[in-house]
């Protein structure tokens, strides 16, 4: 019985150390400068594994309509994707939208901006993008065409 109960004790042993020997997830953060999600559907690149879509539509999210988000990758890879709109000057936490998996390579979701802050305050979109091995936060800016604000910067929002 002794015997028994060692070699199931070393059996275990050496399954949590061949086995359990899972790379740590590493967290990689990208900031988007060169594309409104406001105006356009924005493109990036993740390194050298895949590359990602994000659409916001309608375009210039009208503060009175919902609006869908949409998500594409080149991969098959990405395993869960959230997002959470970001007021710059404004103190709340906001709510991490989970867009819902639609086949293997697209994700989307529903979103509503209040009506009384949309014009008024700056705003970025950060991605979260999950897979086996890697947490992408992506920061995307927006521009708003109707009083020229410009919320290009977003290394502001980055430790939030």
Not at 89 to 103: A, E, F, G, Q, T
Not at 133 to 158: C, M
Request: positive net charge; contains cysteine; aromatic residues 8%.
């Amino acid at each position: 019985m002794k015997k028994i109960t060692m070699l199931l004790v070393v059996l275990t042993i050496l399954s949590f150390v061949f086995l359990g020997k899972n790379e740590p997830v590493r967290e990689r953060t990208i900031a988007v400068d060169d594309c409104s999600i406001m105006q356009d559907t924005c493109h990036v690149k993740m390194g050298d594994l895949f590359s990602l879509s994000f659409d916001v539509s309608p375009k210039g999210l009208p503060p009175t309509k919902e609006a869908i988000v949409t998500v594409k990758s080149s991969s098959a890879q990405v395993n869960k994707i959230e997002v959470v709109f970001l007021a710059v000057d404004l103190d709340y936490s906001p709510p991490k939208i989970r867009l819902n998996k639609v086949s293997d390579k697209k994700f989307n979701g529903r979103i509503f901006l209040s009506l009384c802050t949309l014009k008024k305050t700056k705003w970025i979109a950060n991605l979260m993008v999950y897979t086996d091995t890697d947490i992408w936060k992506i920061i995307f800016p927006f521009v708003h065409s109707g009083d020229r604000y410009n919320a290009i910067n977003p290394s502001l929002s980055i430790n939030k």
